[in-house]
Structure formats: structure tokens, C-alpha cells
């Protein structure tokens, strides 16, 4: 397949099309390490018109195509398969803040601007966009867009569904969709938008979205608090919401395994431990003091039994880094089998009972390393310890799915609630997933991609 590179050179410039392993190394691992691709090449083009340009050579030339952003998918759904056969379409250079529209409270900015460099936009804007990942230096809005990313403000602001007014898209024939609207208010049809936002990147090539941004918060309180169990967690999410509505912006669980990994690295970084600590945050306008003193009001009057509150930017910033940096502890402390599942709010004390339970009596000793977004459902629950020696961790992967897994079905919840589903769980979403939204999605993508050339080998 090497004739092809000449005219793909063509469209994107010869020094943006990588061949060379040097320089296709940084785009053919996923971030976890565990899947490797061999690409025909990497195409880094910098405009729509040349995306669209390769999706009508790639479909003239039958060449499967994998769209990649900042290549922080935790479940390989932007790596290439090794078949050599594969393009893939990198979006680094697709980075432009097209516009910014204060009075509108929008942002328009393509596929591969850094979720951080679009914060940083609307913040110079005096506008918020509240996303935020602990990748968000590296990861991008396509990626995001395309696995519905969430992160930490989902309980008040909702998931890239809920922050997308409109996307320009380049399908699967390179025709340009353009849905860029800055509406919100649309009752002209079917809103075709939500069709790639979630898809990764197997009904079209997402180039471009307008956002929702909103009024920059002034005053935040943030706390730490500790509690003895998963059902005294949830009231408390209860009662936080019944008191302050949607100030709330932030609700967070770590259990005292993940407190104790804390404590392993960074020893003294935490003031309390607990069988659960919770991450508390408030936003608003108006100033710290008001806000502060009024959650403080409030966690007096509840009675709650360990607690800190920020009393400035910079405790603020420490509280949250004990959360943030749970993951790359995690990593450091050795490998996981990990799970980005969703069930009810209501349901996480059942879920973390009957999960833990039912992995107890498969492994004892187990060891499982529990965090997350309490206040929207998702958890991630990962499984760091099996057997003496853990030796078998991996090859006990598929049972402990299974367990949890079945746990999150009985609950009515998600295997993917943030992460995606890419080459990780697709043969779980076949297994749990209502067979007739399957045959719904599997219509769509014949309906857009006939070919099957868009980002192949992935779960749809």
C-alpha cells in the first residue's frame, strides 16, 4: 500500500505525514500500555478541508481510518489495529479557538485544541467551561467529545452532551456535516449532533464544536470530611443538595484503601483517615468568606465526625490534588484491573456491598481500590490484588469483570459511564447491553459508514 502515501502526502504535506517508527511511536500505544497498532501512516492535517480530504481518499481507496487525540483513551479506542492498513488521523494540528462569544456565553474551537487551552479561553473571556480531567493538558475536545468525557463537575454541569450546542463533522463519504450551532433552542428535527458525540470517532470525524461556557464562579468552599460508611456518604450528598442546590458543583468518594495509598506516598498529606472521605465543593458568586462560612454553618450543625475546610486557594488546591492524583498512585503502587461503571446515586452503597462481597468470596483478600464522581453515579472501582502474590491478577481479569459487571446490570447501571468503550469492553456491551439500542446503533452506522472504514475493530 505504499503508492498511497504519495497522494496522502499531497493533502496533509509531506512533513506531516509520518511513516517513520520514530515518528510513529508516540501515536501507535495506548495510554495504559496495552494495545499496540502498526498504521499505513499518521496524517496530521490542519484544516477541515484537508480531513475531509483524507476521509474521501481513504473511502475511494477503501483505507480504514482511526481518529486519535491526545491518545489518553483508557480502553484503546484510538489505536490502530497491526495490519498495517490503517490510517490514522491525528488532530495536534487542528487547534484554533475560532471564536468566542461572551453574550452568547459559547466557545467554537476545533477538534484538537487541549481541553486546558479551551478553559484557559474562556477564562480570559471571564467565562468558565467547567470540564475538567486530570488529563486536561493532553487530552483534546475531539476525544472528549467522543467518548461523552464527564470528569469532575457532571453534578452540576452534566457531561459533553450537555455542554455541546452544535458540531461540525466530516462523515464517512467526506461530506461535511455542519451542525456548528450556538443555539439553544432547536426544535427543527432530529438532533443529529448526539449521533458522534460518544461514538468514538465510527460515524464520522468530529472537527469542530461550540460549547456552552458559563459565569465564572468567585467563591468556592471546598472540604474533606470522613464518614463510616458508603449509606452516610449518600445522605450526606443528600443533604448537601437540599441545602445549597446547585452550588454543589463536586462530590467525591475515596475509600480508606485509596487513603491508605495516600498515605504510602505522600505520608502526612492527609488529616484524617476514614472509611470514606468525601470531597466537598461549593461555587457561587459572591466572596470565599460568605460561602465558607456558611458551609461550615452547616457541617457544624450535621454533626459529622472528622472534617477540613479550605480556608484559601491554596488549601483549596492541596484538598483536590489528594483527589486528583489517586490514578497516577494507583499506577505507581502497581497494575489494576479497572472499571468506569455507573449506577444510581442510590444504588452505590448496594453496589459496593454486593460487589465486594461477591469478588470476597471468588478471592479472598481481594483488594480493591474504590474512588470517584459519588455525586453522579460513577465510580472507579479497580481491583489491584487477587491472590497471594498477584501474580494471576490479569489472567483473573475476566472473572472479576464478570463479577462486576453482573453487580452493575442488576443495578440498572453502565460499564462505561466515562471512559468509553473502545477495544476494552466491547464484548461486554454485547453481553449487557439492551439488544435493541445494539441494533439501533449498528443501523446507524451502516446508514453512515457502509464501508466500515471508520475506527473498524471497535465495538460497534
Known sequence: MTDLLAPLAAIVGAANLLTAPHDIAPFITDYRGRY?????????????????????????????????????????????????????????????????DAANQTITVEAGCTLAAVQAAAADAGLLFPLSL??????????????????????????????????EVVLPDGQLLDALTALR?????????????????????????????????????????GVAGADEAIAT?????????????SFEMMSEVCQQLLDKYQPGALPFTAPWALLVELSDSGDNTSLQERLLQWLAARGLGDGVLAQNDSERARLWQLREQMSELQ?????????????????????????????????????????????????????????????????????????VYEQVHRLRGTLAAEHGVGQLKGHWLQRYKDPAALAVMRAVKQALDPQHIMNPGKWL
Open 36 to 100: 499496540h497498532g502498526a498504521p499505513l501512516a499518521v496524517a496530521l492535517p490542519a484544516s477541515r478541508d484537508e480531513v475531509a480530504a483524507l476521509v474521501r481518499f481513504c473511502a475511494a481507496h477503501r483505507i480504514a481510518i482511526v481518529p486519535q487525540g491526545g491518545n489518553t483513551s483508557t480502553c484503546g479506542a484510538a489505536t490502530p489495529d497491526g495490519s498495517g492498513r490503517q490510517l490514522l488521523i491525528a488532530f495536534r494540528r487542528l487547534n484554533r479557538i475560532r471564536a468566542v
Open 134 to 167: 486530570a488529563s486536561e493538558g493532553s487530552c483534546q475536545i475531539g476525544g472528549n467529545l467522543s467518548t461523552n468525557a464527564g470528569g469532575l463537575a457532571v453534578l452540576r454541569f452534566g457531561t459533553m452532551r450537555e455542554l455541546t450546542l452544535g458540531l
Open 185 to 225: 433552542k432547536d426544535t427543527s428535527g432530529l438532533d443529529v449532533k448526539q449521533l458522534f458525540i460518544g461514538a468514538e470517532g465510527q460515524l464520522g470525524l468530529i472537527t469542530a464544536a461550540t460549547l456552552k461556557l458559563f459565569p465564572q464562579p468567585t467563591a468556592h468552599a471546598t472540604a474533606l470530611l
Open 237 to 249: 450528598l443528600n443533604a448537601l443538595q437540599a441545602a445549597f442546590g446547585d452550588r454543589l458543583t
Open 331 to 403: 499506577k505507581r503502587d502497581g497494575p489494576s484491573i479497572k472499571h468506569d461503571i455507573g449506577v444510581p446515586t442510590s444504588a452505590i452503597p448496594a453496589f459496593l456491598d454486593a460487589c465486594g462481597a461477591a469478588l470476597q468470596a471468588a478471592f479472598p483478600g481481594v483488594r480493591i481500590v474504590a474512588f470517584g464522581h459519588a455525586g453522579d453515579g460513577n465510580l472507579h472501582y479497580n481491583i489491584s490484588h487477587t491472590r497471594p502474590g498477584n501474580a494471576e491478577l490479569f489472567a483473573d481479569e475476566d472473572a472479576v469483570n464478570a463479577i
